[in-house]
Each structure stands twice: as structure tokens, then as C-alpha cells.
């Protein structure tokens, strides 16, 4: 399980807000969500909000499949011999 995501909600002179949320009990390690405020030059720039992702990621959630997601993981290490 993953540490609780950390909020870094910057005073309103601050023309950003971000969300970082650790990965595996790693501090510098994660996923981050940025959101511009109205008056932030990203803003009026198009840059609403972003999301990024730890590529760790890609290795754990591929095709939105997610470890201890699937049905059959009990028998996912039993032999056929056991199975049959």
C-alpha cells in the first residue's frame, strides 16, 4: 500500500496547485497533479491540468489490469496436477 497523497495547496498569490502521491513508501518517487489557477500564464496558455505518472506504473496497470484485480490469482500459482 501506498503512502497517503500529500497536498501542496500554495497561498492564492500562487498561480499553481499540485497533488503529489508517493509511490511504494518512496519520498521523491510518484505521481503528480498540477492544476492552474485562472491568472497563471500556463492557464492562458492552455494548460488547464496535467497529470503525471511514476513509469512504474506502466508495469503494474497495463490493459487496466491491476495486481490482485483478477479472479483466478488463488490458482494462479498452483501446479496443473494440483488443479486437475
Known amino acids: 500500500p501506498s503512502a497517503p497523497p500529500t ?4 497561498p492564492s ?3 499553481i496547485r499540485s497533488q ?3 509511490w511504494a513508501l518512496l519520498r521523491d518517487t510518484g ?9 497563471c500564464a500556463l492557464r492562458q ?3 488547464l491540468y496535467a ?9 503494474f496497470a497495463v490493459g487496466k489490469q491491476y495486481p490482485f484485480g483478477n479472479e483466478a490469482l488463488d490458482t494462479l500459482a498452483l ?3 494440483l488443479i486437475q
Open 20 to 22: 503529489f502521491w508517493p
Open 31 to 39: 505521481s503528480l497533479t498540477v492544476e492552474t489557477k485562472r491568472r
Open 7 to 10: 497536498e501542496s495547496t500554495t
Open 79 to 81: 501446479p496443473a496436477a
Open 51 to 59: 497529470q503525471l505518472y511514476n513509469t512504474s506504473k506502466e508495469i
Open 13 to 15: 498569490t500562487k498561480p
Open 45 to 47: 496558455a492552455g494548460l
